[in-house]
C-alpha cells in the first residue's frame, strides 16, 4: 500500500500516474471507512480525491497556500498531510473535524464551513504575500455550487485586481447540495459542452485566464493543468469538471441524498432504521404545501437546502412555481421576500440559524424598514442544533431580536409552532421570524392560542408564588422540570410562563409578578449576552426582584455533546435550583 507511506505532500511526489490513481483507491477506502461509521460529507470528498492528490503533487504546501471553499471535501487533503490516522483507525475519529483547521496542521489556514468564502480568504493570502515581496503560489478551492454566492462572485471580480499569482480552482460537477440554480449555471454548462471554449466564458468576462480540464477526476490531465498554471504571474481560473460522488454508485446516481449521509452499510447504502418518528422538516413541508395548495399567493422559499424543511425533489416537484431554490443566496432571498410580500404575496424563507448570520442587513434594511410582512423560519437555532464551530445556532436571539419591527417567536411545541406559522403566513402588519422547535417533535393536548397579532404578551401556563420561571421556546420543557422540582423540594409551586416572544417583554406581565414573587428565573437556549433574560433582568433592575438569567456563555464551541454543555452552563434543573435556593 503506497498510503502507509504518505505522511506529508513530500511523499507522494515521487509516485507515477499508475501508483497515484492506486493511491487514489487507497484514499477512498479510508473515505469508507470514517464516513460509513460516522457520517459526513460523502459526496463532496469522493468527487475531489484526485483533485487534490495533483494539487499536492505539484504545488508546495504549505508554502504554497491552498484554500478550500466550505472545507467540506478536505479529508483527502488531510489524509494527505498527516492525519491519516483519523480515517483508518476508528479510535482517533475525533482527533480532526469535518473541516479545515489551522489548530491541526499547518497546510490548514482557514477554519472554514461557510460556503462562498474561499476566493476572498485567498485574496487576502496573495495581497499580503505581495505587499510582503514574498513568492509562492495562493490557490482556492471552490465548487460550482458556491458561486451562487455573493461573496465568491465579489471575490472572483477582484481577484483580477491583484496582478500577481492567484490561481482558482473550479470544481464544476453540476450540483450544489440539491441542483445548482441560477444564469451563471448555463454559462458552465456551455463551457462544458464546448470543452472551455464558448465565446461566452464567465471567468474571462471578469478578466481572468482561464483553463480546462474536462476530466477531473483523470490525474495525469489535472498534473498537466496545474503545472502550466504553477508560478502563474496572472490571476488564473483552472476549471475542472468532476463526478461527485465518484467510485461509489449509490453517491454518483442519488448525488442530493449522498451530499451528507448519515452511517451506513458500504456493502448496500442504506442506514439502520431508527424506526418511524416525527420531524419537523416533513412536518412543515407537509403544512406548507397544504398552505400552497389552499392559496397561490404562498411561496416557499430556501437557499440551497431545501430538506431542511422536508422539500425532496419530489415535493419541489410537486409545488412548482410556489418553491423558489435561490440557491445559495441567503441575503438575496431575504430581500426577494420582502419584494414578494410587498406586491401582495406570502412568502416564507427557511434556513438555518447559522446561515441566517448573513443576512443580518437584508433582514434589518431591506426587510424591517419596510415592514414587509414575510416569515423567516430559524431552522437549528439551538444547542440541539448543529455541534460543528462554523454552524452554531446559538447567536441568532441576540443578532434578531434586537432589530426594530421584526417579531420573533419561540413556540415550546409542535402546535404552537404551526399556530404561529399560520398566524404569521396569513397576517399582513410584521416581518415575522419563527424558531423551528428543536429538542424534538413534542406535543400537547393544551389548546394553543392562533392569534399572535398582540405583540409582546406572555402567556401564563401555571400559575404559582414565589419563584417565577420564564422558560423560552426549546427550554420550556426544562422549565417545566424545574417548576416540578421547586414544588417538591419547597412545597410551594412556582409560575411558569412561555414568554413567546423574543423581540420584546411583557411589562404588564412583570410588572404583576412582583406582588406575589422575589424571584425570577430566565431559561433561554442561546447566548445569554443580548439574549432575551437581559432584557428581564433590565426591568427589574431598580427593585428589589431578584433575577437568575439561565443559558449559554458567549463562546466557540467545537463538536460538543450537548448533555456536557448544559452542565457546564448549569442549566439542569438540579443546578439551578441549587443555585437560587443556595
Not at 452511517?263 to 412543515?284: H, K, N, Q, R, V
Not at 401564563?460 to 426549546?474: C, E, M, P, Q, R
Not at 433582568?537 to 464551541?557: C, H, P, Q, T, W
Request: aromatic share 8%; with cysteine.
Amino acid at each position: 500500500m503506497y498510503i502507509e507511506k504518505v505522511n506529508s505532500p513530500a511523499d507522494i511526489k515521487e509516485l507515477g500516474i499508475h501508483q497515484l490513481n492506486v493511491l487514489a483507491a487507497e484514499i477512498r477506502e479510508d473515505l469508507m471507512n470514517r464516513l460509513s461509521k460516522r457520517g459526513g460529507h460523502f459526496g463532496p470528498n469522493f468527487g475531489i480525491v484526485e483533485a487534490t492528490i495533483a494539487l499536492h503533487y505539484v504545488f508546495d504546501s504549505p508554502k504554497d497556500n491552498l484554500v478550500f471553499d466550505v472545507s467540506h471535501q478536505c479529508y483527502t487533503h488531510k489524509i494527505l498531510t498527516g492525519r491519516r490516522e483519523a480515517f483508518c483507525s476508528d479510535e482517533h475519529f475525533g482527533d480532526v473535524s469535518g473541516y479545515t483547521n489551522p489548530e491541526e496542521s499547518e497546510h490548514d489556514f482557514f477554519n472554514v464551513g461557510h460556503t462562498s468564502t474561499s476566493v476572498s480568504l485567498a485574496c487576502g493570502l496573495a495581497k499580503a504575500r505581495d505587499v510582503k515581496g514574498e513568492d509562492g503560489n495562493v490557490i482556492a478551492v471552490i465548487g460550482d455550487g458556491s458561486l451562487s454566492g455573493g461573496e465568491a462572485l465579489e471575490g472572483i471580480d477582484y481577484a483580477s485586481e491583484l496582478g500577481s499569482n492567484f490561481i482558482i480552482v473550479v470544481n464544476d460537477n453540476d450540483m450544489s447540495i440539491a441542483e445548482n440554480h441560477g444564469g451563471l449555471y448555463k454559462n458552465l454548462r456551455e463551457l462544458r459542452e464546448s470543452g472551455g471554449k464558448c465565446a461566452c466564458n464567465l471567468f474571462r468576462a471578469f478578466g481572468l485566464d482561464y483553463i480546462y480540464v474536462p476530466d477531473g477526476n483523470d490525474i495525469g490531465e489535472l498534473i498537466e493543468a496545474f503545472r502550466s498554471v504553477k508560478d502563474t504571474p496572472r490571476p488564473t481560473v483552472v476549471h475542472i469538471c468532476t463526478v461527485k460522488g465518484k467510485g461509489y454508485v449509490p453517491a454518483e446516481t442519488k448525488k442530493e441524498d449522498w451530499h451528507w449521509h448519515m452511517p451506513f452499510d458500504p456493502a448496500t447504502g442504506e442506514s439502520p432504521s431508527s424506526g418511524d418518528y416525527e420531524d419537523y422538516g416533513s412536518l412543515t413541508c407537509d403544512f406548507l404545501m397544504n398552505k400552497m395548495k389552499a392559496d397561490k399567493s404562498v411561496v416557499t422559499i430556501t437557499a440551497a437546502v431545501p430538506v431542511n424543511i422536508g422539500f425532496t425533489p419530489e415535493k419541489r416537484k410537486e409545488a412548482g412555481a410556489q418553491f423558489i431554490d435561490v440557491g445559495i443566496a441567503e441575503e438575496h432571498a431575504v430581500a426577494m421576500v420582502s419584494g414578494i410580500a410587498r406586491n401582495g404575496g406570502k412568502p416564507v424563507f427557511a434556513t438555518h440559524s447559522s446561515f441566517f448570520q448573513r443576512t443580518y442587513d437584508q433582514i434589518s434594511q431591506d426587510l424591517c424598514i419596510n415592514r414587509s410582512p414575510a416569515t423567516l423560519l430559524v431552522n437549528t437555532a439551538s444547542v440541539y442544533g448543529m455541534h460543528d464551530i462554523t454552524h452554531l445556532g446559538i447567536f441568532d436571539i441576540p443578532m434578531m431580536s434586537n432589530i426594530p419591527e421584526l417579531v420573533y417567536l419561540a413556540p415550546t411545541c409542535c402546535e404552537e409552532y404551526f399556530a404561529m406559522l399560520d398566524w404569521s403566513i396569513e397576517q399582513d402588519r410584521y416581518p415575522v421570524a419563527i424558531r423551528i422547535p428543536c429538542n424534538g417533535v413534542v406535543h400537547t393536548d393544551t389548546a394553543v392560542d392562533t392569534d399572535y397579532s398582540d405583540i409582546n404578551r406572555y402567556k401564563v401556563t401555571k400559575k404559582g408564588s414565589g419563584t417565577a420561571i420564564l422558560a423560552l421556546g426549546d427550554f420550556y420543557q426544562t422549565g417545566e422540570a424545574l417548576a416540578a422540582l421547586i414544588t417538591e423540594k419547597t412545597g410551594t409551586a412556582p409560575t411558569l410562563v412561555n414568554p413567546r416572544y423574543i423581540t420584546g417583554i411583557d411589562e404588564a406581565l412583570l410588572e404583576e409578578l412582583k406582588k406575589e414573587h422575589s424571584t425570577v428565573v430566565t431559561i433561554e437556549d442561546g447566548i445569554l449576552d443580548g439574549g432575551f433574560g437581559e432584557k428581564i433582568a433590565r426591568f427589574y433592575g431598580s427593585s428589589d426582584m431578584k433575577v437568575y438569567n439561565y443559558g449559554l456563555k458567549k463562546e466557540f464551541i467545537d463538536r460538543y455533546a450537548v448533555e456536557d454543555v448544559l452542565r457546564a452552563n448549569r442549566l439542569t434543573p438540579e443546578q439551578i435550583l441549587s443555585d437560587i435556593t443556595a
